[in-house]
Nanobody
Framework: QVQLVESGGGLVQAGGSLRLSCAASGRTFSNYALGWFRQAPGKERDFVAGVSSSGGSTYYADSVKGRFTISRNNAKNTVYLQMNSLKPEDTAVYYC???????????????????WGQGTQVTVSS
């Protein structure tokens, strides 16, 4: 079992920045690939960004490429999502997810992840 706890969400104006954190506990953190997903009201949960277990491979949704950066610190059992140039359409609940794998290929669908955090709200005002 892996427990994930997100933090760092909040209200920000368009063009601003936020950094989300996801702290993990339980099994060996470095065995897990991690992803960030988001869900806006009335919409499905969508992939945002992912990082491999080693941190050497990352992948982004086209909608956030060039604005968001995912990173991980295996010594601190934490994954981050740095979000810059935020837009109102980035407003959503953001979820951290984990899957136990050593593959460098990043999974982009939520059914491939086994563990989820409770989510953190990000609201971008125009």
């Amino acid at each position: 079992q892996v427990q994930l706890v997100e933090s760092g969400g909040g209200l920000v104006q368009a063009g601003g920045s936020l950094r989300l954190s996801c702290a993990a506990s339980g099994r060996t953190f470095s065995n897990y690939a991690l992803g960030w997903f988001r869900q806006a009201p009335g919409k499905e949960r969508d992939f945002v960004a992912g990082v491999s277990s080693s941190g050497g491979s990352t992948y982004y949704a086209d909608s956030v490429k060039g604005r968001f950066t995912i990173s991980r610190n295996n010594a601190k059992n934490t994954v981050y999502l740095q979000m810059n140039s935020l837009k109102p359409e980035d407003t959503a609940v953001y979820y951290c997810a984990a899957r136990e794998t050593w593959t460098v290929r990043i999974a982009t669908t939520d059914d491939q992840y086994n563990y989820w955090g409770q989510g953190t709200q990000v609201t971008v005002s125009s």
